[in-house]
Nanobody, 116 residues
Framework: QVQVVESGGGLVQPGGSLRLSCAAS????????MGWYRQAPGKQRELVAD???????NSADSVKGRFTISRDNAKNTVYLQMNELKPDDTAVYYC??????????WGQGTQVTVSS
């Protein structure tokens, strides 16, 4: 079994910054993909950014230039540095982990609220 735990959400003013962290633990051989998704009220869950073990990145156009994803493979941890936050970034942010064999695991989610 694999556990995925996020941290770092909160309330921030427009233009501010937050850093999210996600750690995976348990029966893990390797993690080909770690990333972040978000879901705003009344909307579908959407990709924010995925990072592959070889450091390739897929990210949403809406966050390019503002958000940076990184990972520490030795710690099975992925980070999301969010700068220049906008009210439209308000959502529950979920960490997603894809382990060897293709199984997916999700964290419980962390709330990010951007408001003055």
């Amino acid at each position: 079994q694999v556990q995925v735990v996020e941290s770092g959400g909160g309330l921030v003013q427009p233009g501010g910054s937050l850093r999210l962290s996600c750690a995976a633990s348990g029966s893990i051989f390797s993690i080909p993909v770690m990333g972040w998704y978000r879901q705003a009220p009344g909307k579908q869950r959407e990709l924010v950014a995925d990072m592959f073990r070889d450091e390739r990145i897929n990210s949403a156009d809406s966050v390019k230039g503002r958000f940076t994803i990184s990972r520490d493979n030795a710690k099975n941890t992925v980070y999301l540095q969010m700068n220049e936050l906008k009210p439209d970034d308000t959502a529950v942010y979920y960490c997603r982990v894809v382990v060897t064999g293709g199984d997916l695991y999700w964290g419980q989610g962390t709330q990010v609220t951007v408001s003055s």
